[in-house]
C-alpha cells in the first residue's frame, strides 16, 4: 500500500521572551504563528471501516493538536523558568495565560516540544513525518522525524 502524508495548518498568537539574550528577543513579544503539522501512513483499506481510504481523518488530527498546542498557547507568553518573572506571575490578567518551561522558547525549540506533544497522541499506525513553524512571514523553522530518529 501506498505511503501518503496529511497536512494540516493552525494559527495562533504567541508571545515570548529569550532569558539572557542580548538582542531585541529579550523582550516580551508576540508573533502570529503558523504551524504546518505533517503526519504519514497508509491509508484504511478495511472496507468495513469507515475511516476506509484515510490515513487519518483530518478533523481528528485538527483535535490533537489543538488540544496539544493551539488551545494552550494561543494568546499566552511563554518564558523560560530561568527568566524572573514573579510580578507577571501575580498579574490577574496574565496568571492564566503564562507558561513557563524548561527551554528558551525559541521557534526552534517550541517544535521540539510540539513534536513530544503529538507524537503521544497519534494511532498507532499514524507518525509524525514533520513540523514547520513560521515565526515571522519570512523566518520558520522544520523538525522532520527522520533526522530525530
Given at each position: 500500500m501506498a505511503k501518503i502524508r496529511l497536512t494540516k495548518e493552525f494559527r495562533f498568537e504567541m508571545a515570548h521572551a529569550l532569558w539572557n539574550y542580548n538582542g531585541l528577543c529579550k523582550n516580551i513579544h508576540g508573533h502570529s504563528y503558523i504551524l504546518q503539522v505533517t503526519v504519514i501512513g497508509e491509508p484504511c483499506s478495511d472496507p468495513d471501516d469507515p475511516k476506509l481510504g484515510m490515513v487519518m481523518d483530518f478533523g481528528d488530527l485538527k483535535r490533537i493538536v489543538r488540544e496539544e498546542i493551539v488551545d494552550k498557547m494561543d494568546h499566552s507568553i511563554v518564558l523560560n523558568?530561568?527568566?524572573?518573572?514573579?510580578?507577571?506571575l501575580h498579574t490577574p490578567q496574565l496568571a492564566d495565560r503564562i507558561h513557563i518551561v524548561p527551554y528558551q522558547?525559541?521557534?526552534?525549540?517550541?517544535?521540539?516540544?510540539?513534536?513530544?506533544?503529538?507524537?503521544?497522541?497519534?494511532?498507532?499506525?499514524?507518525?509524525?513525518?514533520?513540523?514547520?513553524?513560521?515565526?515571522?512571514?519570512?523566518?520558520?523553522?522544520?523538525?522532520?522525524?527522520e533526522d530525530n530518529e
Open positions: 523558568r530561568k527568566a524572573e518573572i514573579q510580578n507577571l522558547p525559541t521557534c526552534e525549540n517550541l517544535l521540539v516540544d510540539f513534536a513530544e506533544r503529538i507524537r503521544a497522541r497519534l494511532p498507532e499506525e499514524v507518525s509524525l513525518f514533520s513540523l514547520k513553524l513560521h515565526e515571522t512571514a519570512n523566518s520558520f523553522a522544520e523538525w522532520y522525524a
